[in-house]
């Protein structure tokens, strides 16, 4: 199984950057999937979720400014960052979660690199 994750880089201040994850060698389709960040010197905190068919939830910080949204592909994901901030600097991974006979499996891309600087 393998998330590959894109649209990471630098932007200053206001701007906006998309991210996008697809999940490939799944054989069973994901239930959800989300977006993490990191802080330099903080813990893995989400973002976003998207549970296919169902809710969406958002860290506080970011409602208002990000969307998340399922891809033209099957278990892909996309997140929009408008009106960023220097405070969403971080690594962002994206996670998808998969049901198998009564557990949930937790599976992750390398992450991409989001900075937001003047």
């Known amino acids: 199984v393998q998330l590959q994750a894109s649209g990471g880089g630098l932007v200053q201040p206001g701007g906006s950057l998309r991210l996008s994850c697809a999940a490939s060698?799944?054989?069973?389709?994901?239930?959800?999937m989300s977006w993490y960040r990191q802080a330099p010197g903080k813990q893995r905190e989400l973002v976003a979720r998207?549970?296919?068919?169902?809710?969406?939830l958002y860290d506080d910080s970011v409602k208002g400014r990000f969307t998340i949204s399922s891809g033209v592909a099957k278990n892909s994901v996309s997140l929009e960052m408008n009106s960023l901030k220097l405070e969403d600097t971080g690594v962002y991974s994206c996670?998808?979660?998969?049901?198998?006979?009564?557990?949930?499996?937790?599976?992750w891309g390398q992450g991409t690199q989001v900075t937001v600087s003047s």
């Open positions: 996670q998808a979660l998969v049901a198998n006979f009564g557990e949930v499996l937790e599976y």
């Open positions: 060698g799944l054989t069973v389709s994901s239930f959800a």
């Open positions: 998207l549970i296919f068919g169902g809710s969406i």
